[in-house]
């Protein structure tokens, strides 16, 4: 998660260099980080991905849904199967030993 720690001048050059049939997704992942280090400074975060999604055009409009899947989907899935267990005992489907 970002902070608003740290400068993102070095990722951007790096982006730049990258070939470019990766390019365009580097270009979006940057501009879904600007915006989180925004979010983390409570400054308006959008204009990144806004300025992202003009540059870019609408192919990387699903990016940040997948970007958020593999950032907290394995956290979600340890606490829905928690809760489903713990709801599974107290409703008695599942005897406690």
């Known amino acids: 998660m970002a902070t608003a720690d740290g400068d ?3 990722v951007a050059r790096a982006v ?5 049939s990766e390019r365009r997704i580097g270009q979006a992942m940057l501009a879904v980080e600007e915006a989180r280090h925004l979010a983390a400074a409570n400054r308006p975060f959008l204009e990144p ?3 992202a999604r003009e540059r870019l055009g609408a192919e990387v409009d699903g990016f940040l849904l997948p970007d ?3 950032w907290i989907g394995s956290r979600l ?3 829905a199967s928690l809760s489903t267990l713990i709801c599974f005992v107290v409703a008695g489907a599942i005897p406690p030993r």
């Open 77 to 79: 899935l340890v606490l």
């Open 68 to 70: 958020l899947a593999r």
């Open 8 to 10: 993102l001048g070095a």
């Open 49 to 51: 991905l806004i300025a």
């Open 16 to 20: 730049d260099d990258l070939p470019a």
